[in-house]
DNA sequence: TTGAAAGCGCTAACAT
DNA sequence: ATGTTAGCGCTTTCAA
């Protein structure tokens, strides 16, 4: 900036007069400085800019588990929409679920004065966040609560969505319901095998343990597990997967042992319906949890200082053939 | 870091010493500095470090079409993941598809004083970036290449993808072989395009105009495209799918009306060999791509001075059933 | 081992 | 309409 100063042979503020727009800077002037911009490719240092100003270096953090995940990159498109509507630009980190990850990340944001985070937790202690919020720093965490600390959370109706699931398998007559799920550490797995249990006490089936399969974290690992469930003396005719990695691990085992067994999926999938059997899964708007996650930052960061919000968004059981094989 | 000084009676020189964990400091002193910034939760600002230090950000930019689109979730994962390797922070940005908003987030980006960038160009002209590469800022592009200048790009093997799948279509005793596609202004839809006419040609087939419908931008403009061509008095036999959306229209459309129509796609799908007629694919590795893109900004960042590469990425038909019904 | 002073690039506040 | 000065939070340089 100091270069273009001497260029256009104006001072320094006038120049950043310029470069902001702002007003009373003669046309002529004004001008010269854009010329001297041009031909020295100036380009304003937004560091500076942000430090001089204080705060506000509109940028959002976003810490989820996995872009690669249809899931993840979906909330990660809606978070980008609203920060883009609102002048924000969005710094974007995979924790693999690994909680020193989540922190390294986290910290990383932080240090770097993001406005805001938008966080999945990997990690189920968040009391390391405390100074950061008091720093001033606003938080909303998505798709799992955090730990130990009380802030603002978008989550989807877990428990009422495996029910529903469970319970549609029931309804069709089926006595032996397997479930394959991720490691009961992660909230959405432990929330959606407390639906599967609640559905099974309700009409009063007893839960096989051997039929429930919680810990896969990949579609390998979940299709090995469906393919164990499916060579049992007894096996299930019916399996209820816990997300999008388990459905493609179930069908895969399914679809390889031929068998005629009955399946509904937590998360909907884009080509769920031109499947050889189409999927009954229970779905829900993974772009309205990163839209309304994003715009509950916003508000906090426009000053809305109210209490912390648990906002639960509505699953819906969508039927499409797979869930509804007879036993 | 003023406060932290004060708060352990040191100069703030001493703090930044412990912070930057630089030796020359004892281990008291180090423990009481440390104390005082456990207590008053300070967090070091990089922006001001950053400033200070001249360059080196730390930060990588990443300009795609849309984050919401799995080949793009999965090349930004890849990025991620060597970025977070050697150190970087990514910051994301969809420019879909419009080149004003292409322009404005490397602005931003740039602003904020990113090492490098990557970016899958939307627009046709980067004359605007020289000022940028002059200013040090390093640039890859994915996928497409830039618009009058040179640079560093990764690219599919868009041309030899699609000929190959129409070849395989014409071996199996196509003759009305059909393509639908993205807006042909878009470098690989235009490429694709040309390995199909080049299939066509060098077997003798005419283009038939009536068949080729590049412009659909999403899956349901190419469903409608695909019903439309199936309308035809004299409907092709078979299909070519020029990208992962255009795949969901063509199969909903050859879906819901029944044909025995065959279909290959350009982009592999996961879901792919589970779906009612196992889709045959001219597969990629969008992972590879993203990699090898940021692997080669990171060393430009090191310092590699070399002349531009152009760095062409295989695909594979991948046989599954779709590709290989008879006229 | 520790500290004081200068300055990174910019803008707020106050001149002129 | 334009310029001067100070200082954001940190690190570099040099001194004690």
Redesign the pocket.
Known sequence: ??D??EAA?????????V??D?????P???ARVREAIATLG????????V????QASRTLGLVIEDVGNPFYSVVTRAVEEVARERGYLVITGSSDEDPARERDLIRSLVERRVDGLLVVPAGGDHRFLVPELRLGTAVVFMDRPPGNIDADVILLDNVGGARRATEHLLDQGHRRVAMVGDAPAIFTSAERLAGYRQALAARGVGVEERLVRVGPHDADAAEAAVRDLLALPDPPTAVFAGNNRMAVGAMRAIHRLGAGVALVVFDDLELAELLAIPLTVVAHSPHEMGRQAAELLCRRLDGDGGPPRRIVLPTELVVRGSGEVAP
């Open positions: 900036m100091r273009v100063a042979a104006v001072s320094l503020k006038t120049v950043s007069r470069v902001n702002e007003a009373g800077v003669r002529d002037t004004a100036f380009r304003r240092n937004d560091m500076a800019r430090l001089r100003q204080g």
